[in-house]
């Protein structure tokens, strides 16, 4: 969406436009920080803020942020107690009227992503997070993320989340929710997520924009590890703590794991070979879940052994 002309002309002066809090948290990230880097200096949108918080690394981060030095407001290297420590550290130092995470694995969608958000926020300025949508790069494919609007938030928490690659918060937001929680330590983002959707000060906007591009993986992907975790931020959420929710989140569970075994059942009923013709069960196998996403084949594994575990616990 290209920008308006009074927010591509603040872009230009900074002239009455809103400072804007970037905070990257990096720790070994030299593999990926300096695209990152360079994403945030080709922005547009001038009134912008970086501010890095790298956790002491030890393998040439700290060399790429020097070299990157007169484009970093602050930079802090120091160990931590881990990513959302990170976070907070960046918060507790932005100066912004927005603050937006963008990690060192992540880049923004284009130059002038910033620049077409603030647009977006512009026309809609009584709100306090707005949330765009976002590319998630999973190997050598690109797929395009849209969240639903902000009347569907609390319906998208149970199964997903809202992406904060794609999110420009007021800086009074953390004021009035706090830190991220440090007692969880891979979805505390999902958590404050949770608390800005049930506060009903909290004015949740949608913007039209594609913001930045995510890569797959990290902590905070790792399903087996990091669900559980969600699961237990969910349960103990006041904003999930009526009888009317219960039933709807058991309802949206059930549907979601009926749909993947339908789905499981047609990829191998599609890779079935010809009447007449044998093949290995183990290639047939295979080759269905080869195709599957991997948090799909996950899901099916972690329900396949609480089956055999529950049937043990009868046998």
Excluded at 262 to 290: C, D, F, N
Aim: proline letters at 7%; aromatic letters at 6%.
């Amino acid at each position: 969406m290209p920008e308006n002309s009074s927010a591509a002309e603040a872009a230009r002066s900074g002239a009455g436009a809103p400072l804007v809090s970037i905070v990257t948290v990096c720790f070994n990230a030299a593999a990926t920080l300096e695209a990152c880097l360079d994403s945030i200096a080709a922005q547009t949108w001038r009134p912008i803020e970086h501010i890095v918080i790298d956790g002491a690394s030890t393998d040439g981060t700290r060399e790429i942020l020097e070299r990157h030095r007169q484009r970093i407001a602050v930079l802090v290297s120091e160990p931590d107690s881990g990513l959302y420590d990170a976070m907070n550290k960046g918060i507790a130092r932005a100066r912004g009227e927005f603050v937006y995470f963008l990690n060192a694995d992540d880049l923004f969608a284009g130059p002038g992503a910033v620049a077409e958000a603030m647009a977006a926020i512009a026309r809609d300025p009584e709100g306090d997070v707005y949330y765009g949508s976002i590319l998630v790069r999973d190997g050598t494919r690109t797929m395009r993320h849209d969240p639903p609007p902000p009347e569907q938030a609390a319906e998208e928490m149970v199964l997903g989340c809202l992406p904060h690659q794609g999110t420009f918060a007021r800086r009074a937001v953390f004021e009035r929710t706090g830190p991220f929680d440090l007692r969880w330590r891979r979805h505390a983002d999902y958590d404050w997520w949770m608390k800005v959707i049930a506060d009903p000060e909290i004015r949740l906007r949608r913007i039209p924009s594609v913001v930045a591009s995510f890569a797959l993986g990290g902590t905070s992907s790792d399903l087996a590890k990091g669900q559980p975790e969600a699961y237990a931020i969910q349960n103990s959420a006041p904003l999930y703590r009526t009888p009317e929710w219960d039933r709807r989140r058991l309802e949206m569970f059930q549907n979601a794991y009926l749909a993947t075994r339908l789905e499981l059942a047609r990829l191998r009923e599609s890779q079935a070979p010809p009447p007449g013709v044998a093949a290995p069960r183990r290639t047939m196998r295979e080759a269905a879940i080869s195709t599957l996403p991997r948090p799909v084949v996950r899901l099916i594994s972690i329900a396949k052994q609480a089956a055999l575990r529950v049937a043990g616990r009868r046998g």
